[in-house]
Nanobody, 116 residues
Framework: QVQFVESGGGLVQPGGSLKLACEAR????????INWYRQYSNQAREMIAG???????NLDPRLNGRFTISRDNAKNTVSLQMNNLKPTDTAVYYC??????????WGQGTQVIVSS
């Protein structure tokens, strides 16, 4: 059983940056695709970024290059670097991955609030 734990959220001013971390426990080994999602209040989660085990990335074009995703297998972590944050980025951010051909369960997420 593999679980993901999200961290790194917080309160940031518009234009600021945050780096979110998604840690696979006990290990990222044998995890294929890993996606980041965000969920606005009372809305469904939407996928915004993904990275394969080989490092191929996929980002929502609506982010206009503000976010980047990276993977560090030695640290069992996938990171989401978020720059030039906007109030519309305020949401709860989640990650999950594919383990043995199935998606892992949802974690608790990490809250990002962009506000002055």
């Amino acid at each position: 059983q593999v679980q993901f734990v999200e961290s790194g959220g917080g309160l940031v001013q518009p234009g600021g940056s945050l780096k979110l971390a998604c840690e696979a426990r006990p290990s990222i080994t044998n995890i294929g695709l890993i996606n980041w999602y965000r969920q606005y209040s009372n809305q469904a989660r939407e996928m915004i970024a993904g990275i394969t085990s080989g490092g191929t990335t996929n980002l929502d074009p609506r982010l206009n290059g503000r976010f980047t995703i990276s993977r560090d297998n030695a640290k069992n972590t996938v990171s989401l670097q978020m720059n030039n944050l906007k109030p519309t980025d305020t949401a709860v951010y989640y990650c999950r991955g594919v383990f043995e051909k199935q998606w892992t369960s949802w974690g608790q997420g990490t809250q990002v609030i962009v506000s002055s």
